[in-house]
């Protein structure tokens, strides 16, 4: 059977899930179906709103499933009888009902080269962690997290400057490449897998609105690692008069901190603020309420809110 020609059904939530089912889509693969978690409110306002898969399954015109909890309601994939399950963050364990439903069985595209870095948040991690490389696995879906045969891995490097939102563009275009490129020889066996390493393995957690939280009495580089894997969710941020001031971008200053958590500077250059060893250099930021801003921009609209001396 050719790869376009199997019925698969898709689960997927987020938008990095969205951006390879639209790219499937629109390389015309036999999506017959989007499984993905319930709409939630979002927003000051709480406006529900549909998933970022279920946005491009509709666009589609690709039906939609939205079990609240797939463990117990899983009866309407028997009457859709796909070939194949094809998942990539969808955000809840799939029960074995499920997997052994398809004929060629449940494939799963994860964010790192596992073993390292099962869990909710591999991209992130590679990047709190400054690696130098990741990429993306395509292995065999069982009940435990990320824990079947390895089929296919490909991987790339990981720039200063890629943070979590370019870094989930790469991971998402690597991920439609490997299975673009290896479907085939699965469904036709010539690619059985292999078990992962027992002894390799290493877990990431689900990431918490406080793990954004920055500590200028830690190193410069964790400082700007965690403002790169936290840029658009859940945000990095440190508290300044009583305030939550965002921050999506930074750089670091190769000069001696002085006293650590010490505003330094305040220009249209950058807040500059002192850490255990460097100097951190802050280029884009938010106050409550406001919008994200360069550093020049957010200067001239707040000249007299950092001073200079302040401990934060």
């Given at each position: 059977?050719?790869?376009?020609?199997?019925?698969?059904?898709?689960?997927?939530?987020?938008?990095?899930?969205?951006?390879?089912?639209?790219?499937?889509?629109?390389?015309?693969?036999?999506?017959?179906?989007?499984?993905?978690?319930?709409?939630?409110?979002?927003?000051?306002?709480?406006?529900?709103?549909?998933?970022?898969?279920?946005?491009?399954?509709?666009k589609?015109?690709?039906?939609?499933?939205?079990?609240?909890?797939?463990?117990?309601?899983?009866?309407f994939i028997?009457?859709?009888?796909?070939?194949?399950?094809?998942?990539m963050?969808?955000?809840?364990i799939?029960?074995?009902?499920?997997?052994?439903?398809?004929?060629?069985?449940?494939?799963?595209?994860?964010?790192?080269?596992?073993?390292?870095?099962?869990?909710?948040?591999?991209?992130?991690?590679?990047?709190?962690?400054?690696?130098?490389?990741?990429?993306?696995?395509?292995m065999?879906?069982?009940?435990?997290?990320?824990?079947?045969?390895?089929?296919?891995?490909?991987?790339?490097?990981?720039?200063?400057?890629?943070?979590?939102?370019?870094?989930?563009?790469?991971?998402?275009?690597c991920?439609?490449?490997?299975?673009?490129?290896?479907?085939?020889?699965?469904?036709?066996?010539?690619?059985?897998?292999?078990?992962?390493?027992?002894?390799?393995?290493?877990?990431?957690?689900?990431?918490?609105?406080?793990?954004?939280?920055?500590?200028?009495s830690?190193?410069?580089?964790?400082?700007?690692?965690?403002?790169?894997a936290?840029?658009?969710?859940?945000?990095?941020?440190?508290?300044?008069?009583?305030?939550?001031?965002?921050?999506?971008?930074?750089?670091?200053?190769?000069?001696?901190?002085?006293?650590?958590?010490?505003?330094?500077?305040?220009?249209?250059?950058?807040l500059?603020?002192?850490?255990s060893?460097y100097?951190?250099?802050?280029?884009?930021?938010?106050?409550?309420?406001?919008?994200?801003?360069?550093i020049?921009d957010?200067?001239?609209?707040?000249?007299?809110?950092?001073?200079?001396?302040?401990?934060?």
């Open positions: 059977m050719n790869k376009k020609e199997i019925k698969i059904l898709y689960f997927g939530t987020p938008k990095i899930s969205a951006d390879v089912l639209e790219k499937l889509l629109s390389e015309d693969f036999n999506i017959i179906g989007l499984v993905a978690q319930e709409d939630k409110p979002i927003g000051r306002k709480q406006i529900i709103t549909n998933v970022p898969t279920k946005a491009i399954a509709k589609y015109g690709i039906p939609v499933f939205q079990p609240h909890r797939i463990k117990n309601d899983y009866l028997r009457d859709l009888n796909p070939d194949l399950i094809l998942t963050a969808y955000g809840q799939v029960p074995k009902e499920v997997l052994d439903t398809p004929k060629f069985g449940c494939l799963n595209l994860h964010g790192s080269l596992l073993p390292k870095y099962r869990g909710a948040s591999p991209i992130q991690t590679a990047l709190l962690n400054g690696d130098s490389e990741t990429g993306v696995t395509l065999q879906m069982v009940e435990k997290m990320d824990a079947g045969r390895i089929y296919t891995q490909k991987s790339f490097k990981i720039c200063d400057s890629d943070n979590y939102d370019s870094l989930q563009i790469k991971i998402s275009q991920a439609y490449e490997l299975f673009n490129d290896s479907i085939q020889e699965i469904i036709d066996g010539n690619n059985k897998g292999i078990e992962q390493n027992e002894n390799e393995i290493t877990f990431t957690k689900k990431i918490l609105s406080s793990d954004g939280e920055i500590s200028f830690d190193t410069s580089k964790n400082i700007f690692n965690k403002i790169r936290f840029t658009s969710n859940p945000g990095a941020y440190f508290v300044y008069k009583n305030e939550k001031i965002k921050v999506s971008e930074a750089k670091i200053i190769d000069l001696k901190a002085g006293k650590r958590r010490e505003i330094l500077d305040f220009s249209k250059d950058g500059k603020i002192g850490t060893n100097v951190i250099c802050i280029t884009k930021l938010q106050r409550p309420g406001k919008k994200m801003l360069n020049s957010f200067y001239n609209g707040n000249k007299n809110f950092f001073e200079i001396g302040d401990i934060i």
